[in-house]
């Protein structure tokens, strides 16, 4: 009797979980109909369509983009940038959060200096990485590397410390050492918030393609 219930229960809440899920498809449609319904007629009330194209002139101007293969090679090359810069960023940011999320000392060494940093606005960077790496590729990459490295520091830092004691209590009365337990604890534990990091590290390296 109990497995039948508890095969209805699961039926029925596989069954609320497709309704909610139509809802929400139903509910994204319709807020996108609306916005392109405004859209359209805001460009046909402005009536400049240097200022507001309609939603047609701007999906032939898409499409037409999307084909041309010179616009196709520009958009390769740029995102070949941003995946170096995000690599630079990844591959120094994740070290350094984990090394202060793991070290007083190493936080209080480098936290105010990075915490200065982060601070500057990012364009006040672009006259002293042409002056440093020349025109070409590298001010951009640094660009991108220098705004996306902050976001994965912070949130390695912050997925390092969120890591329950418990953990840490059950694995050295196990036996494990300081390198089981980073590698067996510490990674897995911290990974959510490091692939969050990682995220909001793609995002800002797009807004800083220039």
Known sequence: MEDKNSVF????????????????????ILIFLIIIGLWQYLAMKINVPLLLPTPRATALALFNSVTDTEVLINLFITMQRVMKGFLV???????????????????????????????????AWVPLTIIWLGIGDGPTIFMIALSGIFPIILNTIEGV?????????GAKSMGAGPFSIFINIIIPASLPNVLTGARIAVGTGWMSVI
Do not use: C, H, W
């Not at 410390?161 to 209590?169: L, M, T």
């Open 161 to 169: 410390k969120n890591i329950s004691k418990d953990y840490y209590n």
């Open 9 to 28: 229960d699961g039926r029925l809440k596989s069954k609320e979980m497709r309704k909610k899920g139509l809802k929400d498809r139903i509910y994204k």
């Open 89 to 123: 960023a990844l591959f120094v940011g994740v070290p350094l959060g984990y090394i202060m999320g793991l070290s007083q000392t190493a936080e209080k060494m480098l936290g105010g200096i990075i915490d200065s940093v982060r601070q500057i606005p990012i364009m």
